[in-house]
């Protein structure tokens, strides 16, 4: 299993990155997909939820309006398209793939910082 983050770097406030996390060794379009981001010296949290077939979305109150999660199940990708980039958006981004039954499955890619800064 492997999911592979991509696309973080240093931006300015209001500024726009686009993340993507490839995905492979697993059934991708059973999963209902996440992007986690922690800030250094703070708790992991969720910042954007799409349902496995991607017709349900969930977003973090903060980045509601200035973020959108997408995926393509025949690519095996998510991605968190993220504008008007504010300096408390920075940390370290991880692409998270979760299915619910009778056990909950987590898989977890290493992460991509995203700094934003002038």
């Known amino acids: 299993v492997q999911l592979v983050e991509s696309g973080g770097g240093l931006v300015q406030p209001g500024g726009s990155l686009r993340l993507s996390c490839a995905a492979s060794?697993?059934?991708?379009?059973?999963?209902?997909m996440n992007w986690y981001r922690q800030a250094p010296g703070k708790e992991r949290e969720l910042v954007a939820h799409?349902?496995?077939?991607?017709?349900?979305?969930n977003y973090l109150d903060s980045v509601k309006g200035r973020f959108t999660i997408s995926r393509d199940n025949a690519k095996n990708t998510v991605n968190l398209q993220m504008s008007s980039l504010k300096p408390e958006d920075t940390g370290v981004y991880y692409c998270?793939?979760?299915?619910?039954?009778?056990?909950?499955?987590?898989?977890w890619g290493q992460g991509t910082q995203v700094t934003v800064s002038s």
């Open positions: 799409i349902s496995s077939a991607g017709g349900r979305t």
């Open positions: 060794g697993f059934t991708f379009s059973s999963y209902a």
């Open positions: 998270n793939a979760r299915r619910y039954s009778s056990q909950t499955t987590d898989y």
